[in-house]
């Protein structure tokens, strides 16, 4: 039965890779993710967009940057997140300090009265690509 359900999956999967869609654009029920788990298929991996953005548009997160709207347009599209950043910001370029980096840019957007749901969102691709890394 589990080479059945996998059998499907794959199958699924590969019609939507010959349509250059990826992975995780294939809906898959519980049993389904399981069973292509241990595949480690990297278009499976949640993928994040990153507009890296003069300071002047990083207030408004871009809102008036037609180059952002586009890339926020294909995020939304593949279903990904998409993350405002601007190197004119960025004080270190270590690896163990850009979290405090990104940390110190996302205080800076809920100073400029981005809301919590900014922060939030954040937070959570955050999680989900540490996740995915580890995995």
């Known amino acids: 039965m589990t080479l059945q359900i996998e059998a ?12 250059n869609q990826p992975a ?16 480690y298929l990297l278009t499976m991996k949640p993928m994040v967009y990153a507009a890296n953005v003069a300071e002047d ?19 939304a599209g593949d279903s990904c997140e998409l993350i405002i950043v601007s ?7 270590t690896s163990a300090s ?10 800076l957007l ?3 009265g981005q809301g919590s749901s900014l ?3 954040r937070i959570s ?9 580890a995995c």
């Open 110 to 112: 809920l100073q400029a």
């Open 24 to 39: 995780r654009s294939v809906e898959l029920s519980t049993e389904e993710a399981a069973a292509v788990r241990p595949l």
């Open 8 to 19: 499907a999956a794959l199958g699924r999967i590969m019609t939507a890779l010959d349509q």
């Open 87 to 93: 190197a004119q910001v960025r004080l270190f370029r």
């Open 57 to 75: 548009d990083l207030a408004d997160l871009g809102a008036a940057n037609k180059h952002v709207q586009t890339m926020r347009n294909k995020a």
């Open 98 to 107: 850009s979290m405090i980096v990104m940390a110190t840019e996302t205080l």
């Open 125 to 133: 691709t955050w999680s989900k690509m540490l996740h995915a890394f």
């Open 119 to 121: 922060a939030s969102r």
